[in-house]
C-alpha cells in the first residue's frame, strides 16, 4: 500500500477513528501479545473493544456516525483506558481493512456520510485483480478493497486491522516470519489469530 506516510498526513482536519469494537474475548488478544485492561486496549487514540459476543465489527468515529453503510457497521461507543507497553510492542493502529464486493458503491456510500478517501489504486501486489481505496482518519488508516471486477452481491464490512510496532522481536505463536510489506522499506507479519472476528498483522513503523 502506498498510504499516506507522513505525520502531517494524520493532523489534518476532518473525521477520528476513536475506537473499533470487536465481538471477541479478552483471551483472544492476551495470546496475541496485547496487554487487556477490561476487555479495552488502548493505542495512541484508538481504543480496542472487546465483547465477547456475536454482533459484527463496528468502527466507532468523531464526530460521530451511527449508522450501516453499505454493510460497514459505523457507531457505538468505546471507554479509553491507560496506554501501557504493550508485550508484542506494538504502539499503535496503522490500519483498519474493510472488504467489499463493490469497491466503487462502497466508496460512494461512505461519501454520503462525508467520507472521501485521500487515494484510490488499483492492482497494488500485481496481478491480484483487487481496487482500493485509502480514508485518513487521524488516528490511522481505513483500506477498503473490493475485486477489480466488481460482485455486487457482497456487502462490505471490516474484516481486518494492521497494527504498528516498533519493531518485530517478540511475536506471538504462530506468527509468520517477517517479510517484505507492500509500502517500501516496511516489514510485516501475519498473527495467527483464530478466534477473532478479524485478521491481524503487525508492521515496522511508516
Known sequence: MNVPTTSSDFERGGPEMTG????????????????????????????IELRDDDREPSLVLDPP??????GIVLGGEVTAVADVVQPNHVTAVDHVAVQTGDLDRTVEALAVQGLEPRRRAGDLRHGEGRAYAFYVL??????????????PSRPARTTGIAFTASDLENLPVGASPPRNAVQPGRRISVLDAAGS???VAILTPR
Not at 21 to 45: H, K, N, T
Not at 65 to 70: G, H, K, P
Open 65 to 70: 456516525i451511527d449508522r450501516d453503510v453499505d
Open 20 to 47: 473499533v469494537v470487536l465481538p471477541d474475548g479478552s483471551a483472544v488478544w492476551e495470546r496475541l501479545g496485547f496487554a487487556v485492561d477490561q476487555g479495552r486496549i488502548s493505542l495512541s487514540g484508538v481504543t
Open 197 to 199: 472476528a478479524v485478521r
Open 138 to 151: 487521524r488516528t490511522c488508516v481505513l483500506e477498503v478493497v473490493g475485486p477489480a471486477t466488481p460482485d
